[in-house]
């Protein structure tokens, strides 16, 4: 139980275009939905909080405008690139907790996303 | 702001050695959760950790959260390759679910 996927796995886009991540969990529900990003070899950086219903909680220095956030239901929120340029190339992964649970969070297998 | 210090950030060891990594923090957290992540994938959880004093053992891994709930460890006997990855420690704080993350520990088991 608790499976996370995301979509694309891999996705490759050219400089000034968007580009849209899909988080879903699949066999139960979430209010709450997580945004990170890693670089190699480093640990997680959290970009967004994402509650179902209402409007993402960003971290300081991340740009909500470039970086847009929807959980539209229970078992979906996406995340929107704007205008990608090659700093934004990373791996970005999803995590979701559990509706009736508190803490622990279940990670998607990433999206490496390459802007050239 | 709340900080989680994992160590060591790197650690190479031979098959069937024992290896501890810490995390340590001047914050009490209500949930400490350790997760591994192989490369180009998401991490996994692997535990959690709730009361003070608490030990949980997964097979070979041995975590434990500290009696004041600011710091944990793991410790991992007789690696193996399989065990290969990046140890990531977790604290949450109540606060709708976040998670502060340590620095992670790359740790690599040669045969």
């Known amino acids: 139980g608790a499976v996370v996927s995301q979509h694309p796995s891999r996705v490759i886009c050219k400089s000034g275009t968007s580009v849209k991540i899909e988080c879903r969990s699949l066999d139960f529900q979430a209010t709450t939905m997580f945004w990170y990003r890693q670089f190699p070899k480093k640990s997680l950086m959290l970009m967004a909080t994402s509650n179902e219903g209402s409007k993402a909680t960003y971290e300081q220095g991340v740009e909500k405008d470039k970086f847009l956030i929807n959980h539209a239901s229970l078992t979906l929120s996406t995340l929107t690139v704007t205008s990608a340029h090659p700093e934004d190339s990373s791996f970005y992964i999803c995590?979701?907790?559990?509706?009736?649970?508190?803490?622990?969070?279940?990670f998607g297998p990433g999206t490496r996303l390459t802007v050239t | 702001t709340q900080l989680l210090e994992q160590s060591p950030q790197f650690l190479s060891i031979q098959e069937g050695e024992n290896l501890t990594v810490y995390c340590n923090s001047s914050s009490v957290f209500s949930s400490l959760q350790w997760y591994r992540q192989e490369p180009g994938e998401g991490p996994v959880l692997l535990v959690t950790?709730?009361?003070?004093?608490e030990v949980k053992k997964l097979k070979r891994l041995t975590f434990q959260f500290g009696d004041a709930r600011k710091d944990s460890s793991l410790h991992i006997t007789a690696a193996q390759p399989g065990d290969t990855g990046l140890y990531l420690c977790a604290g949450g704080d109540n606060q709708g679910g976040k998670l502060i993350f340590g620095q992670g520990t790359e740790l690599s088991v040669k045969p």
């Open positions: 950790v709730v009361t003070g004093g």
């Open positions: 995590s979701a907790i559990p509706l009736g649970t508190s803490y622990e969070q279940y």
